[in-house]
């Protein structure tokens, strides 16, 4: 076991404790004092130092000697990809859903894929997991911690940070329904569904069309709580300083238990202020903030991914300067115009999009997903496709038998929110002529963009082998985003996987070929530089140079259906001589000639063509 | 295939919308022909379809993707598909899965043909 990467199970308060640096300390009190006043924060600050210092001292001596190594432009490497998945996902007989993962990873991600997100893991009472009735222990229907630590010894992982709200099962809940005074203050309470004029609720943003207050029967008397999600999933006050400092405590102990990177579920709406839209506000930056300052100062190897399904523009701004808010932000604007290009066979929004996005600093990336256990949101692409484009988007995913979920508009209408569907389904059409061998090619075709583009890439689990929509267990559970959670039993898993002639065999290796070799270039690192080509109207094309700029990579995905030629002009690859490339996927080797390169793409034909500087 | 696993598909008197009467059970082992009936009227340039399901008290999620099937192409093409005479079971099960926000539900076949007038 490297012990370098594990935390102590009992603190060692022999050593000298800990002290936070003083610009983190300043810093800190800062964002404090803006939240809840010079007064408050006084107090607020020395329990969160002790937080810090308890947490230091389950350090041991061989984390913090690594830690004083960690590079932040490092932090994430080309060797980083994320795969997203609930614990039970796979199941097998006699073996918590946590082993069978782990078995699962051991037999076909081994040396590929080096990061897990399981998705939130603690007991719930519905959401999937999202609306948690305790944050510290594993829901013992998918194991314990101890499995968690089995996984954390051979990959990194990715733990949810629930912490927009609560179920209406915890007990902390339940102890604000019993009176008890200590738990008034943890929720958004009003007295009546109705107190909130007409005016503010219009201005609120809200991701569902349920309604925003919930009344209960408390001790004394009915009461209406804040619930942006569910009924069941309550809102905490974090203008209680108490529930900021709870929720600290937590997000310590998440890292304690082994999380290298925390995922800030639903951050948007943390801080809610009436008479504003409630939605991503200065506070809730604040406070995101503020974690990234704790982090720094105990867990410096630890980072803050932020998950905002917002226009592009309000996504981005979690990323704070570069250096202060976020380390990686969801690119929520990719997977709807992955899928736009797909469906219309035009990567226009795509690579106009694609060409004007920022490499934010050496410490900052994007999360390039294309899938997740939610849909495909569309909200992100607001300002980037029209309405009637995006309509029209969301009719064809229901044409390849998904679903849409809505928003309201809090004008009395709804629109579109996302899209619920799997991935292969999104862009392949069950009922329709054309070979699986086909079908395959235009999805690995599509995985290709988020694999190459800059950040790190995700992916969700049943995309590993084409998991197609499971639309039954929409009309089971009364719930569209169940048609891209079905669960799969080991034995007959592995046998599609195993099976040569099987599409869950042939999409796999395909994919974990492309992983394989995406880990090995320096030019897909998340620092190199990427630099978009408009090539044509049915190709996506970009460069990555890497950092020491020797090493570059062309990569064209081909989004048509059709063959179509393409020519790489002279001044895009500073061809003044010949040069050969070779494509890093097939072994193929192309030249360009006068300069130029020239090359006949097959329909949905990915090529990594690399060169040297 | 027996009486009451079978659809109809008619026109409106104008030959401007396409009727298809839905049997009693839509599920897997018919739905195609809902399909096909459907892909039929678009491939004939008729855009604008009414589905009466007046008989229909049973649709799984074959019959759901049957009646979306075609719900992009006819509506990029100025068409729609309208539902008429929806049974309470189909009328729960389009608010499951929120296609009650796509089609637009009439009382009789007449009112949902006229609706194209409008």
Redesign the interface.
């Known amino acids: 076991m490297d012990r370098s990467r594990f935390y102590m199970l009992e603190p060692d308060y022999e050593r000298s404790v800990f002290e936070v640096p003083s610009a983190i300390r300043e810093r800190i009190v800062k964002k404090l004092d803006c939240l809840y006043g010079a007064e408050i924060a006084e107090g607020a600050f020395r329990e969160l130092e002790r937080l810090m210092k308890v947490h230091y001292a389950h350090k041991p001596p061989e984390m913090i000697a690594r830690e004083k190594e960690c590079l932040p432009s490092e932090r994430f490497t080309e060797k980083d990809i994320i795969l997203i998945t609930y614990g039970d996902l796979i199941q097998g007989d006699g073996a918590h859903p946590l082993e069978v993962l782990a078995d699962f990873a051991d037999r076909y991600l081994k040396g590929g894929i080096n990061t897990f997100h399981i998705l939130p893991f603690f007991p719930y009472s519905s959401d999937r997991g999202f609306a948690v009735i305790d944050f510290e222990e594993v829901d013992p229907h998918l194991g314990s911690w101890d499995n968690i630590a089995v996984l954390n010894e051979r990959y990194k992982l990715m733990f949810d940070g629930v912490f927009n709200h609560v179920s209406s099962k915890s007990r902390w809940f339940q102890e604000f329904l019993d009176g008890n005074p200590e738990f008034q203050d943890f929720f958004i309470t009003f007295s009546t569904k109705n107190s909130i004029s007409a005016d503010h609720l219009k201005l609120i943003t809200r991701p569902r069309v349920s309604e925003l207050l919930t009344s209960f029967s408390t001790l004394t008397g009915r009461k209406s709580v804040w619930t942006t999600f569910s009924p069941d999933q309550i809102d905490l006050n974090f203008k209680n300083p108490k529930v900021l400092l709870k929720m600290i405590d937590i997000l310590l102990f998440y890292v304690r238990k082994g999380a290298d990177i925390l995922r800030l579920d639903a951050v948007t709406y943390m801080w809610a202020e009436l008479g504003t839209s409630c939605a991503h506000l200065e506070q809730t930056h604040l406070i995101t903030k503020l974690f990234r300052d704790i982090l720094d100062a105990v867990a410096p190897d630890v980072a803050i991914v932020t998950e905002t399904n917002v226009t592009h523009d309000e996504n981005i701004r979690y990323f704070g300067n570069g250096s202060d808010e976020a380390q990686m932000v969801y690119n929520f604007a990719l997977p709807p115009l992955v899928l736009h290009a797909f469906q219309t066979g035009s990567a226009a929004h795509l690579t106009k999009w694609a060409a004007a996005l920022e490499h934010i600093s050496d410490g900052a990336t994007y999360f390039n997903f294309l899938d997740s256990h939610d849909g495909i949101g569309v909200s992100p692409i607001k300002n980037i496709l029209t309405g009637e484009e995006i309509d029209?988007m969301a009719?064809?995913v229901?044409?390849q038998?998904g679903?849409?979920?809505?928003k309201d508009n809090g004008d009395g209408t709804?629109s579109p929110y996302e899209l619920n569907v799997t991935w292969y389904s999104a862009i392949n059409n069950e009922?329709s002529d054309e070979s699986d061998d086909f079908q395959i090619q235009r999805f690995i075709a599509s995985r290709s963009i988020a694999m190459v583009m800059m950040g790190v890439p995700g992916i969700y689990l049943p995309s590993l082998f084409g998991s197609k929509n499971d639309?039954?267990a929409?009309?089971e559970k009364?719930e569209?985003r169940s048609i891209n959670r079905r669960t799969y039993r080991k034995e007959h898993l592995y046998r599609r996987l195993d099976d040569r002639n099987r599409p869950a065999y042939k999409v796999s290796r395909r994919l974990g070929k492309m992983i394989l070799t995406r880990i090995g270039e320096k030019a897909f690192h998340p620092n190199a530089d990427q630099r978009v080509l408009d090539l044509s109207d049915t190709a996506f094309a970009l460069i990555r140079t890497s950092e020491d700029t020797k090493e570059k990579i062309l990569a064209i995905t081909s989004i048509g259906n059709g063959v179509q030629d393409v020519k790489v002009e002279a001044r895009e690859i500073k061809g003044e001589r010949e040069i050969t490339f070779r494509d890093i996927l097939s072994g193929r080797v192309f030249a360009s000639s006068a300069g130029a390169l020239s090359l006949t793409l097959e329909p949905y034909d990915v090529l990594w063509l690399k060169w040297s500087g | 295939m027996g009486g009451d696993m079978v659809f109809t598909k008619k026109e409106s008197s104008d030959g401007r919308v396409v009727i298809i009467e839905c049997p009693q059970r839509v599920r897997l082992d018919v739905s195609s022909g809902l399909?096909a009936l459907m892909k039929e009227a678009v491939e004939q340039k008729k855009f604008m379809i009414v589905i009466d399901m007046d008989k229909t008290g049973f649709m799984?999620?074959?019959g759901?993707?049957a009646l979306?099937?075609?719900?992009?192409?006819t509506?990029?093409n100025g068409g729609d598909i309208r539902l008429a005479r929806v049974k309470d079971p189909i009328v729960k099960?389009l608010g499951?899965?929120?296609?009650n926000?796509?089609f637009q539900c009439f009382d009789s076949v007449q009112s949902a043909v006229e609706s194209y007038d409008n």
């Open positions: 029209m009719l064809r229901l044409e038998g679903f849409i979920s809505y709804v009922e639309a039954d929409v009309l009364g569209t | 399909r799984d999620s074959t759901l993707g979306v099937s075609q719900i992009a192409v509506r990029s099960l499951i899965t929120h296609l926000k796509i």
